[in-house]
């Protein structure tokens, strides 16, 4: 009995029925992103915050493409505004940049893969930053794809203070 279920499992991996199961569906089984978020402005300068992306120290988190589309969707919907910095996961606060404002943004990364088709992969890491007022009320937050290797060409070093908690 044990080598028919054996012979079974093998044989549906072969044809390729199993394939989305130990493979992963691609953006089949997860929801599909929503479109890159709205840009950011300063409460206190009124303008348009840039996207922040460090070249160093930023925190890398889980790989697997559902647990990315939902923290695009918490992002995108604007699920952290209005709570405090300090309610975030540990590695959501890696590293930080001071804003001219006296506020400051958090930075971290998901790293996956998107499988268009079975035999190829193109690998991305989508960033994220949340805006935070000197106080540490969250009041925004914004993500972007990026190739893999963009972090490393086009990050950059200012103001990168690793796991230090901002004073407030």
Same mark, same amino acid.
């Given at each position: 009995? /044990? &080598? ?6 093998? $044989?549906?991996?072969?044809? $390729? ?6 493979? $992963? ?24 915050v =840039? ?8 925190? /890398? &988190?889980?790989?697997?493409?559902? %647990?990315?589309?939902?923290? %695009? /969707?918490l992002?995108?919907?604007? +699920? ?11 590695? =959501? ?7 001219s ?11 996956? %893969? ?7 992969? +193109? ?5 994220? &930053? ?5 106080? $540490?009320?969250?009041y925004?937050?914004?993500?972007? =794809? ?14 990168? &203070? ?7």
């Open positions: 009995m /044990r &080598n028919l279920l054996l012979l079974a499992f093998i $044989g549906c991996l072969l044809t $390729g029925c199993l394939r989305d199961i130990v493979f $992963g569906g691609g953006e089949k089984s997860a929801a599909p992103s929503k479109p890159p978020s709205k840009t950011v402005i300063d409460p206190y300068t009124h303008e348009e =840039k996207m922040w992306m460090p070249k160093n120290g930023m925190i /890398r &988190n889980a790989v697997w493409a559902w %647990e990315a589309r939902g923290e %695009e /969707r992002c995108s919907d604007g +699920d952290y505004k209005g709570k405090q910095d300090t309610s975030l996961l540990p590695s =959501k606060r890696g590293v930080y940049k001071k804003l404002s006296g506020g400051w943004v958090w930075a971290y990364y998901y790293y996956g %893969e998107e499988i268009p088709g079975f035999d190829t992969t +193109d690998w991305y890491i989508t960033v994220f &930053n949340i805006y935070v007022k000197p106080d $540490g009320t969250i925004g937050c914004a993500w972007r =794809k990026y190739p893999f290797s963009y972090r490393l060409k086009y990050g950059t070093n200012d103001g990168i &203070n690793p796991h230090v908690h901002p004073p407030r």
